[in-house]
Protein backbone atom coordinates (compact mmCIF):
# COMPACT_ATOMS: atom_id res chain seq x y z
CA UNK A 1 0.00 0.00 0.00
CA UNK A 2 1.68 3.51 -1.22
CA UNK A 3 1.62 5.74 1.66
CA UNK A 4 2.20 9.80 1.48
CA UNK A 5 5.52 9.93 0.70
CA UNK A 6 5.01 7.46 -2.00
CA UNK A 7 2.03 8.71 -3.62
CA UNK A 8 1.93 10.19 -7.06
CA UNK A 9 2.24 14.20 -7.12
CA UNK A 10 -1.00 14.84 -9.74
CA UNK A 11 -2.13 18.35 -10.67
CA UNK A 12 -6.00 18.07 -10.07
CA UNK A 13 -7.36 14.81 -8.69
CA UNK A 14 -11.73 15.02 -9.51
CA UNK A 15 -13.77 12.42 -7.78
CA UNK A 16 -17.55 11.64 -9.16
CA UNK A 17 -20.53 9.76 -8.47
CA UNK A 18 -19.89 8.28 -11.94
CA UNK A 19 -17.79 8.67 -14.93
CA UNK A 20 -18.79 7.81 -18.00
CA UNK A 21 -15.43 7.63 -20.15
CA UNK A 22 -17.40 6.45 -23.57
CA UNK A 23 -14.67 4.73 -24.60
CA UNK A 24 -14.97 1.68 -23.74
CA UNK A 25 -18.82 1.33 -24.82
CA UNK A 26 -21.49 0.91 -22.07
CA UNK A 27 -18.52 1.25 -18.86
CA UNK A 28 -19.86 3.13 -15.92
CA UNK A 29 -17.24 3.81 -13.31
CA UNK A 30 -19.08 4.84 -9.90
CA UNK A 31 -17.55 6.61 -6.67
CA UNK A 32 -13.61 6.97 -8.78
CA UNK A 33 -11.43 9.52 -9.07
CA UNK A 34 -9.78 10.88 -12.51
CA UNK A 35 -6.10 12.19 -11.98
CA UNK A 36 -4.61 14.75 -14.21
CA UNK A 37 -1.29 16.15 -14.94
CA UNK A 38 0.41 18.14 -17.58
CA UNK A 39 -3.01 18.62 -18.75
CA UNK A 40 -3.27 14.84 -19.63
CA UNK A 41 -5.38 12.15 -17.72
CA UNK A 42 -2.76 9.77 -15.72
CA UNK A 43 -5.88 7.25 -14.57
CA UNK A 44 -9.00 6.26 -13.29
CA UNK A 45 -9.48 4.44 -9.83
CA UNK A 46 -12.09 3.95 -7.43
CA UNK A 47 -11.82 7.02 -5.11
CA UNK A 48 -10.44 5.13 -2.17
CA UNK A 49 -7.45 3.82 -3.68
CA UNK A 50 -6.96 7.35 -6.07
CA UNK A 51 -6.90 8.41 -2.53
CA UNK A 52 -4.30 6.31 -1.82
CA UNK A 53 -2.28 6.47 -5.36
CA UNK A 54 -1.92 9.93 -5.68
CA UNK A 55 -1.20 13.32 -3.78
CA UNK A 56 -2.63 16.75 -4.88
CA UNK A 57 -3.13 20.42 -4.25
CA UNK A 58 -6.41 20.23 -5.75
CA UNK A 59 -8.72 17.78 -5.03
CA UNK A 60 -11.94 18.23 -6.01
CA UNK A 61 -15.55 16.16 -5.08
CA UNK A 62 -18.65 16.04 -7.33
CA UNK A 63 -20.57 13.40 -5.11
CA UNK A 64 -23.99 14.08 -7.23
CA UNK A 65 -22.20 14.69 -10.64
CA UNK A 66 -21.03 12.42 -13.94
CA UNK A 67 -17.78 13.45 -15.40
CA UNK A 68 -17.81 12.64 -18.83
CA UNK A 69 -16.09 13.72 -21.69
CA UNK A 70 -16.09 17.16 -23.49
CA UNK A 71 -18.59 17.79 -25.62
CA UNK A 72 -17.80 18.31 -29.06
CA UNK A 73 -19.78 20.73 -31.87
CA UNK A 74 -18.46 19.95 -35.29
CA UNK A 75 -20.23 22.65 -36.72
CA UNK A 76 -20.98 26.60 -35.79
CA UNK A 77 -20.80 29.89 -36.84
CA UNK A 78 -19.56 31.13 -32.99
CA UNK A 79 -20.06 34.92 -34.26
CA UNK A 80 -23.37 34.67 -35.43
CA UNK A 81 -24.63 34.58 -31.62
CA UNK A 82 -24.94 38.48 -32.46
CA UNK A 83 -27.78 37.61 -34.86
CA UNK A 84 -29.33 35.57 -32.33
CA UNK A 85 -33.10 35.91 -33.38
CA UNK A 86 -32.58 37.92 -36.34
CA UNK A 87 -35.45 37.30 -38.96
CA UNK A 88 -36.69 34.21 -37.32
CA UNK A 89 -39.60 31.92 -39.25
CA UNK A 90 -38.16 31.98 -42.46
CA UNK A 91 -37.08 29.38 -44.78
CA UNK A 92 -33.31 28.91 -45.44
CA UNK A 93 -32.79 30.76 -49.05
CA UNK A 94 -35.18 33.29 -47.80
CA UNK A 95 -33.48 33.56 -44.72
CA UNK A 96 -29.79 33.90 -45.86
CA UNK A 97 -30.53 35.53 -49.07
CA UNK A 98 -32.95 38.83 -47.66
CA UNK A 99 -31.77 39.05 -44.34
CA UNK A 100 -28.40 37.13 -42.93
CA UNK A 101 -26.36 37.88 -45.70
CA UNK A 102 -27.39 41.70 -46.25
CA UNK A 103 -26.61 42.20 -42.25
CA UNK A 104 -23.29 40.62 -42.92
CA UNK A 105 -21.89 42.60 -45.54
CA UNK A 106 -23.13 45.74 -43.20
CA UNK A 107 -21.82 44.95 -40.17
CA UNK A 108 -19.50 41.33 -40.11
CA UNK A 109 -15.68 42.84 -39.25
CA UNK A 110 -13.55 41.69 -36.70
CA UNK A 111 -14.87 43.46 -33.61
CA UNK A 112 -17.99 41.80 -34.93
CA UNK A 113 -16.43 38.51 -34.70
CA UNK A 114 -14.68 38.59 -31.78
CA UNK A 115 -17.30 39.70 -29.61
CA UNK A 116 -19.54 36.88 -31.16
CA UNK A 117 -17.40 34.54 -30.84
CA UNK A 118 -16.80 35.44 -27.19
CA UNK A 119 -20.39 35.12 -26.25
CA UNK A 120 -20.52 31.86 -27.89
CA UNK A 121 -17.47 30.25 -26.29
CA UNK A 122 -19.16 31.33 -23.33
CA UNK A 123 -22.30 29.76 -23.92
CA UNK A 124 -20.89 26.44 -25.15
CA UNK A 125 -18.28 25.86 -22.11
CA UNK A 126 -21.49 26.60 -19.85
CA UNK A 127 -23.00 23.77 -21.57
CA UNK A 128 -20.62 20.87 -21.38
CA UNK A 129 -18.76 22.27 -24.73
CA UNK A 130 -15.16 21.98 -24.79
CA UNK A 131 -14.10 22.04 -28.49
CA UNK A 132 -15.77 23.59 -31.15
CA UNK A 133 -15.76 23.56 -35.18
CA UNK A 134 -16.35 27.12 -36.32
CA UNK A 135 -16.61 28.21 -40.16
CA UNK A 136 -17.13 32.08 -40.67
CA UNK A 137 -15.68 35.25 -41.92
CA UNK A 138 -12.41 36.99 -40.10
CA UNK A 139 -11.42 33.34 -38.62
CA UNK A 140 -8.48 34.83 -37.23
CA UNK A 141 -10.53 36.76 -34.57
CA UNK A 142 -12.40 33.37 -33.58
CA UNK A 143 -8.68 31.40 -33.62
CA UNK A 144 -7.83 34.71 -31.17
CA UNK A 145 -11.14 34.15 -28.81
CA UNK A 146 -10.00 30.52 -28.75
CA UNK A 147 -6.34 31.16 -27.68
CA UNK A 148 -7.29 33.71 -25.08
CA UNK A 149 -10.25 31.69 -23.31
CA UNK A 150 -8.19 28.28 -23.26
CA UNK A 151 -11.10 26.68 -25.57
CA UNK A 152 -10.11 23.86 -28.04
CA UNK A 153 -10.97 24.71 -31.42
CA UNK A 154 -10.95 23.73 -34.99
CA UNK A 155 -11.02 27.36 -37.30
CA UNK A 156 -12.28 26.06 -40.52
CA UNK A 157 -11.66 29.18 -42.84
CA UNK A 158 -14.31 30.02 -45.52
CA UNK A 159 -13.88 29.31 -49.05
CA UNK A 160 -16.47 31.22 -51.30
CA UNK A 161 -15.96 32.14 -55.17
CA UNK A 162 -17.46 35.98 -54.97
CA UNK A 163 -16.60 38.60 -52.70
CA UNK A 164 -17.13 38.27 -48.84
CA UNK A 165 -16.24 40.29 -46.05
CA UNK A 166 -12.66 38.81 -45.34
CA UNK A 167 -11.94 37.71 -49.00
CA UNK A 168 -11.99 38.80 -52.68
CA UNK A 169 -12.57 35.58 -53.81
CA UNK A 170 -11.72 31.66 -53.45
CA UNK A 171 -8.15 32.18 -54.17
CA UNK A 172 -7.73 34.85 -51.88
CA UNK A 173 -9.75 32.96 -48.91
CA UNK A 174 -7.23 30.36 -49.64
CA UNK A 175 -3.80 32.35 -49.50
CA UNK A 176 -5.10 33.83 -45.93
CA UNK A 177 -6.40 30.84 -44.89
CA UNK A 178 -3.17 29.09 -45.78
CA UNK A 179 -1.72 31.66 -43.43
CA UNK A 180 -3.22 31.54 -40.88
CA UNK A 181 -2.43 28.17 -40.51
CA UNK A 182 1.11 28.69 -40.47
CA UNK A 183 0.43 30.77 -37.49
CA UNK A 184 -1.07 28.38 -35.28
CA UNK A 185 0.96 24.89 -36.85
CA UNK A 186 1.99 24.58 -33.04
CA UNK A 187 -0.19 25.16 -31.41
CA UNK A 188 -1.82 22.11 -29.15
CA UNK A 189 -5.22 23.42 -29.19
CA UNK A 190 -6.55 24.47 -32.62
CA UNK A 191 -6.05 23.65 -35.60
CA UNK A 192 -7.44 25.69 -39.06
CA UNK A 193 -8.39 23.90 -42.08
CA UNK A 194 -10.35 24.17 -45.15
CA UNK A 195 -14.24 25.08 -45.83
CA UNK A 196 -15.33 25.39 -48.65
CA UNK A 197 -18.42 26.95 -48.20
CA UNK A 198 -20.98 24.89 -50.30
CA UNK A 199 -21.44 23.23 -53.58
CA UNK A 200 -23.35 26.38 -55.00
CA UNK A 201 -20.97 28.93 -53.79
CA UNK A 202 -17.69 27.17 -54.91
CA UNK A 203 -15.95 26.34 -58.11
CA UNK A 204 -14.80 23.68 -59.45
CA UNK A 205 -11.36 24.75 -59.72
CA UNK A 206 -11.14 25.80 -56.28
CA UNK A 207 -12.21 22.72 -55.09
CA UNK A 208 -9.49 21.05 -56.93
CA UNK A 209 -7.41 22.92 -55.12
CA UNK A 210 -8.58 22.65 -51.89
CA UNK A 211 -8.56 18.66 -52.57
CA UNK A 212 -5.19 18.84 -53.56
CA UNK A 213 -4.17 20.90 -50.35
CA UNK A 214 -5.65 18.71 -48.22
CA UNK A 215 -4.54 15.38 -49.70
CA UNK A 216 -0.85 16.45 -49.52
CA UNK A 217 -0.85 18.06 -46.55
CA UNK A 218 -3.38 15.93 -44.56
CA UNK A 219 -5.43 18.73 -43.61
CA UNK A 220 -9.58 17.95 -43.04
CA UNK A 221 -12.43 19.80 -44.96
CA UNK A 222 -15.38 20.16 -44.06
CA UNK A 223 -18.21 21.47 -46.04
CA UNK A 224 -21.94 22.19 -46.17
CA UNK A 225 -23.87 19.62 -48.45
CA UNK A 226 -27.12 18.18 -49.23
CA UNK A 227 -29.05 20.88 -46.58
CA UNK A 228 -31.94 20.61 -48.77
CA UNK A 229 -33.97 18.56 -51.11
CA UNK A 230 -33.83 21.51 -53.00
CA UNK A 231 -30.37 22.11 -53.38
CA UNK A 232 -29.41 18.52 -54.51
CA UNK A 233 -32.32 18.98 -57.24
CA UNK A 234 -31.01 22.30 -58.26
CA UNK A 235 -27.78 20.81 -58.48
CA UNK A 236 -28.89 17.85 -61.10
CA UNK A 237 -30.80 20.06 -63.12
CA UNK A 238 -28.32 22.58 -63.87
CA UNK A 239 -25.06 20.35 -63.72
CA UNK A 240 -26.67 16.56 -64.19
CA UNK A 241 -25.02 15.01 -60.76
CA UNK A 242 -25.96 15.20 -56.88
CA UNK A 243 -23.38 17.91 -54.99
CA UNK A 244 -21.62 14.62 -53.58
CA UNK A 245 -20.94 13.11 -56.90
CA UNK A 246 -19.44 16.04 -58.13
CA UNK A 247 -17.01 16.32 -54.26
CA UNK A 248 -16.35 12.76 -55.34
CA UNK A 249 -15.23 13.56 -59.40
CA UNK A 250 -13.16 16.36 -58.03
CA UNK A 251 -11.58 13.74 -55.56
CA UNK A 252 -12.60 15.79 -52.14
CA UNK A 253 -14.22 12.90 -50.48
CA UNK A 254 -12.53 11.51 -48.27
CA UNK A 255 -11.81 10.72 -44.58
CA UNK A 256 -10.40 14.00 -43.89
CA UNK A 257 -13.85 15.12 -45.36
CA UNK A 258 -16.59 16.21 -42.76
CA UNK A 259 -20.53 16.70 -44.56
CA UNK A 260 -22.32 19.31 -42.71
CA UNK A 261 -26.39 18.52 -42.68
CA UNK A 262 -26.98 15.80 -45.01
CA UNK A 263 -30.31 15.98 -44.98
CA UNK A 264 -31.65 14.74 -48.40
CA UNK A 265 -29.63 11.27 -48.66
CA UNK A 266 -30.33 8.49 -51.60
CA UNK A 267 -28.71 5.40 -51.53
CA UNK A 268 -25.88 6.58 -53.61
CA UNK A 269 -25.18 9.16 -51.54
CA UNK A 270 -25.02 6.91 -48.66
CA UNK A 271 -22.74 4.26 -50.95
CA UNK A 272 -20.59 7.05 -51.25
CA UNK A 273 -20.04 8.26 -47.60
CA UNK A 274 -19.53 4.74 -46.52
CA UNK A 275 -17.20 4.18 -49.17
CA UNK A 276 -15.36 7.42 -49.09
CA UNK A 277 -14.45 7.11 -45.32
CA UNK A 278 -16.42 10.15 -44.64
CA UNK A 279 -17.92 12.23 -41.89
CA UNK A 280 -21.56 13.65 -41.00
CA UNK A 281 -22.44 16.71 -38.91
CA UNK A 282 -25.83 16.41 -37.93
CA UNK A 283 -27.64 19.69 -36.49
CA UNK A 284 -30.79 18.72 -36.25
CA UNK A 285 -32.24 21.75 -34.09
CA UNK A 286 -31.09 24.26 -37.18
CA UNK A 287 -32.62 21.96 -39.92
CA UNK A 288 -35.13 21.69 -37.92
CA UNK A 289 -36.46 25.65 -37.44
CA UNK A 290 -35.05 26.45 -41.10
CA UNK A 291 -37.57 23.44 -42.20
CA UNK A 292 -34.68 21.92 -43.99
CA UNK A 293 -35.41 18.28 -43.89
CA UNK A 294 -34.01 15.47 -41.55
CA UNK A 295 -30.44 14.17 -41.82
CA UNK A 296 -31.14 9.92 -41.88
CA UNK A 297 -29.15 9.50 -38.89
CA UNK A 298 -29.45 6.31 -37.87
CA UNK A 299 -29.45 4.79 -41.36
CA UNK A 300 -25.76 6.57 -41.76
CA UNK A 301 -25.00 4.84 -38.48
CA UNK A 302 -25.96 1.91 -39.34
CA UNK A 303 -24.38 1.69 -42.36
CA UNK A 304 -20.85 2.24 -40.73
CA UNK A 305 -20.58 5.96 -41.41
CA UNK A 306 -19.49 8.57 -38.31
CA UNK A 307 -22.23 10.70 -37.31
CA UNK A 308 -21.22 13.48 -35.10
CA UNK A 309 -23.41 16.71 -33.52
CA UNK A 310 -23.22 20.08 -34.28
CA UNK A 311 -25.27 23.14 -33.41
CA UNK A 312 -24.86 25.61 -36.62
CA UNK A 313 -24.86 29.21 -35.50
CA UNK A 314 -26.68 30.57 -32.95
CA UNK A 315 -28.96 32.67 -35.57
CA UNK A 316 -30.79 29.21 -37.24
CA UNK A 317 -30.56 27.24 -33.79
CA UNK A 318 -31.40 29.35 -31.30
CA UNK A 319 -28.76 28.06 -29.25
CA UNK A 320 -25.04 26.23 -28.77
CA UNK A 321 -26.23 23.71 -25.99
CA UNK A 322 -24.81 20.51 -27.21
CA UNK A 323 -27.16 18.61 -25.12
CA UNK A 324 -30.30 19.39 -26.66
CA UNK A 325 -28.95 18.87 -29.52
CA UNK A 326 -27.98 15.05 -28.64
CA UNK A 327 -31.83 14.56 -27.42
CA UNK A 328 -33.24 15.98 -30.10
CA UNK A 329 -31.15 13.44 -32.57
CA UNK A 330 -32.22 10.50 -30.28
CA UNK A 331 -36.03 11.93 -30.48
CA UNK A 332 -36.31 12.89 -34.08
CA UNK A 333 -34.20 9.44 -35.16
CA UNK A 334 -36.76 7.09 -33.48
CA UNK A 335 -39.92 9.61 -35.21
CA UNK A 336 -38.58 9.87 -38.29
CA UNK A 337 -37.54 5.65 -38.62
CA UNK A 338 -40.80 4.73 -36.42
CA UNK A 339 -38.12 2.66 -33.98
CA UNK A 340 -38.24 3.31 -30.19
CA UNK A 341 -34.38 2.22 -30.53
CA UNK A 342 -33.16 3.74 -33.36
CA UNK A 343 -30.84 6.02 -31.51
CA UNK A 344 -30.22 5.29 -28.15
CA UNK A 345 -28.93 7.51 -25.53
CA UNK A 346 -25.60 6.09 -25.32
CA UNK A 347 -25.50 6.36 -28.95
CA UNK A 348 -26.43 9.91 -28.72
CA UNK A 349 -23.81 10.71 -26.11
CA UNK A 350 -20.91 9.27 -28.19
CA UNK A 351 -21.97 11.44 -30.91
CA UNK A 352 -21.71 14.74 -28.87
CA UNK A 353 -18.04 13.03 -27.91
CA UNK A 354 -15.87 10.13 -29.66
CA UNK A 355 -17.83 10.78 -32.80
CA UNK A 356 -17.25 14.62 -33.00
CA UNK A 357 -13.60 13.64 -32.36
CA UNK A 358 -13.36 11.55 -34.87
CA UNK A 359 -14.82 13.47 -37.60
CA UNK A 360 -12.37 16.67 -36.48
CA UNK A 361 -9.52 14.50 -37.30
CA UNK A 362 -8.83 14.56 -32.94
CA UNK A 363 -9.71 11.21 -31.54
CA UNK A 364 -6.30 10.31 -30.56
CA UNK A 365 -6.52 13.77 -28.18
CA UNK A 366 -9.98 14.12 -27.14
CA UNK A 367 -13.57 12.43 -26.81
CA UNK A 368 -13.25 10.01 -24.55
CA UNK A 369 -11.64 10.14 -20.62
CA UNK A 370 -8.98 7.36 -21.27
CA UNK A 371 -4.99 7.69 -20.18
CA UNK A 372 -3.17 9.88 -22.06
CA UNK A 373 -6.10 11.63 -23.83
CA UNK A 374 -5.86 15.51 -22.61
CA UNK A 375 -8.17 16.18 -19.74
CA UNK A 376 -10.72 17.72 -21.43
CA UNK A 377 -14.09 16.97 -19.10
CA UNK A 378 -17.50 18.30 -18.02
CA UNK A 379 -19.29 17.61 -15.00
CA UNK A 380 -23.15 17.57 -15.27
CA UNK A 381 -25.10 17.56 -11.35
CA UNK A 382 -27.95 14.95 -11.52
CA UNK A 383 -28.74 15.51 -8.11
CA UNK A 384 -31.72 17.69 -8.94
CA UNK A 385 -35.34 16.47 -8.57
CA UNK A 386 -36.04 16.68 -11.98
CA UNK A 387 -33.48 13.57 -12.49
CA UNK A 388 -34.76 11.25 -9.58
CA UNK A 389 -34.91 9.07 -9.34
CA UNK A 390 -31.40 7.70 -11.40
CA UNK A 391 -31.93 4.67 -12.76
CA UNK A 392 -29.39 5.00 -15.55
CA UNK A 393 -27.39 8.14 -15.73
CA UNK A 394 -26.46 7.78 -19.30
CA UNK A 395 -30.11 7.81 -19.83
CA UNK A 396 -30.65 11.18 -17.91
CA UNK A 397 -27.68 12.91 -19.35
CA UNK A 398 -29.72 12.81 -23.09
CA UNK A 399 -33.36 12.75 -22.03
CA UNK A 400 -33.24 15.24 -18.80
CA UNK A 401 -30.17 17.07 -18.52
CA UNK A 402 -29.75 19.73 -20.44
CA UNK A 403 -26.62 22.74 -20.40
CA UNK A 404 -27.82 24.24 -17.45
CA UNK A 405 -27.26 21.30 -15.58
CA UNK A 406 -23.17 21.62 -16.40
CA UNK A 407 -21.33 22.67 -13.25
CA UNK A 408 -17.53 22.74 -14.20
CA UNK A 409 -15.87 22.07 -17.12
CA UNK A 410 -11.93 21.76 -18.15
CA UNK A 411 -10.21 21.95 -20.84
CA UNK A 412 -6.43 20.42 -20.99
CA UNK A 413 -6.90 20.18 -17.06
CA UNK A 414 -7.53 24.07 -16.77
CA UNK A 415 -10.61 24.74 -15.40
CA UNK A 416 -12.20 26.90 -17.25
CA UNK A 417 -16.11 26.71 -15.97
CA UNK A 418 -16.65 27.03 -12.03
CA UNK A 419 -19.34 26.48 -10.22
CA UNK A 420 -21.19 27.60 -13.02
CA UNK A 421 -19.09 31.05 -13.16
CA UNK A 422 -16.48 31.15 -16.12
CA UNK A 423 -12.65 31.95 -15.14
CA UNK A 424 -11.48 33.13 -18.64
CA UNK A 425 -14.44 35.94 -19.61
CA UNK A 426 -16.22 37.87 -17.49
CA UNK A 427 -20.25 37.55 -18.10
CA UNK A 428 -21.20 40.72 -17.24
CA UNK A 429 -19.38 42.42 -19.86
CA UNK A 430 -20.34 39.67 -22.39
CA UNK A 431 -23.97 40.89 -21.83
CA UNK A 432 -23.37 44.25 -22.20
CA UNK A 433 -21.08 44.23 -25.79
CA UNK A 434 -24.49 41.56 -26.98
CA UNK A 435 -26.99 44.48 -25.93
CA UNK A 436 -24.70 46.74 -27.49
CA UNK A 437 -24.77 45.07 -31.32
CA UNK A 438 -28.25 44.73 -31.04
CA UNK A 439 -28.82 48.64 -31.10
CA UNK A 440 -26.34 48.73 -33.51
CA UNK A 441 -28.23 46.02 -35.64
CA UNK A 442 -31.52 47.65 -34.93
CA UNK A 443 -30.37 50.86 -36.35
CA UNK A 444 -31.13 52.64 -32.57
CA UNK A 445 -27.30 53.81 -32.42
CA UNK A 446 -24.17 54.14 -34.77
Not at 88 to 117: C, N, T
Not at 172 to 179: E, P, R, T
Not at 297 to 314: E, R
Request: glycine content about 6%; hydrophobic content about 45%; some cysteine.
Amino acid sequence: MATADQAQRVDTLIHARWIIPVVPAGKLYENCAIAISDGRIIAIHPSAEADRRFQSDEVIRLDRHALIPGLVNTHTHAAMSLLRGYADDRPLMEWLQGHIWPAEQKWVAPDFVADGSRLAVAEMLRSGTTTFSDQYFFPEATAMVARETGMRAQIAFPIIDAPTPWSRDGEDALQKGLSLRDDYRAHERIDVVFAPHAPYTVKDETLEKVAVYAAEAQIPVQMHLHETASEVEQAVAEHGERPIERLHRLGLLSPQTLCVHMTAVAQRDLDLMRESGAHVAHCPRSNLKLASGFCPASDLLAAGINVALGTDGAASNNGLDLFAEANTAALLAKATSGRADALPAEQALAMATIHGARALGLEDRIGSLEPGKFADLAAIDLGGLEQQPLHDPVSQLIYTASGHNVSDVWVAGRQLLAGRKLTTLNEDELVQRAQGWRARIAGLSK
